[in-house]
């Protein structure tokens, strides 16, 4: 018993091992700058996890498909830039970075939507979170525009 219980055991550390390298080599994408803005979205309550000033962008693979609300190819990828919210006698600007939100089209993500969903900091640092339960179930109501709330403005 223990001889085919070893074996399976190591199996499922090593998967475990290749997942968790897989995410932590995840990086901000280079060409980020490239990236054209399809939307904001201001969250002003403090208390929020996702507080701030969100500026959302997307790659060129993802952008035939963005004025119909998807489907979106694989290779897609939206990012989001979080900023403070700074009241200035009013008027609401970016304060302080707090994060970047990250979603890529992948079909090897089926239990989330065929999205991979990461965060990183401001210095673009993976960040550890539960992405299922922070962000996908959010998203999940949005499936009939493939998980994506952002939509072209008219
Ligand atoms: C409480 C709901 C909620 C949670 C939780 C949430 N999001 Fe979102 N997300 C939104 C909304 C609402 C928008 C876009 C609003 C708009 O501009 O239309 C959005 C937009 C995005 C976008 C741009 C693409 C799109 O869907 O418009 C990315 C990328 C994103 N979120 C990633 C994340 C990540 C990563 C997490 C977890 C760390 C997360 N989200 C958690 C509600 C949520």
């Known amino acids: 018993m223990k001889k085919v219980l070893v074996p399976v055991t190591a199996l499922v550390l090593v998967t475990a ?14 060409n980020l700058a490239d990236f054209r803005h399809v939307g904001s979205l201001v969250i002003p309550d403090k208390a929020s996890p996702l507080f701030g000033i969100h500026h959302f962008y997307l790659n060129d693979q993802g952008m035939a498909a963005f004025p119909n609300s998807g489907p979106y190819p694989e290779g897609t990828i939206f ?76």
Do not use: I
């Open 17 to 30: 091992a290749a997942t968790w390298g897989a995410m932590q080599a995840l990086t901000l994408p280079a």
């Open 79 to 154: 990012v989001g830039k979080v900023y403070e919210a700074d009241d200035q006698e009013g008027a609401l600007n970016e304060g302080k970075m707090r994060f970047y939100t990250y979603m890529e089209k992948s079909s090897k993500r089926s239990d989330t939507g065929g999205w991979l969903f990461a965060a990183f900091s401001p210095e673009g640092k993976l960040l550890d979170k539960d992405v299922k339960k922070e962000c996908f179930d959010c998203h999940a109501p949005q499936k009939d525009a493939d998980y994506v709330f952002s939509k072209a403005l008219k």
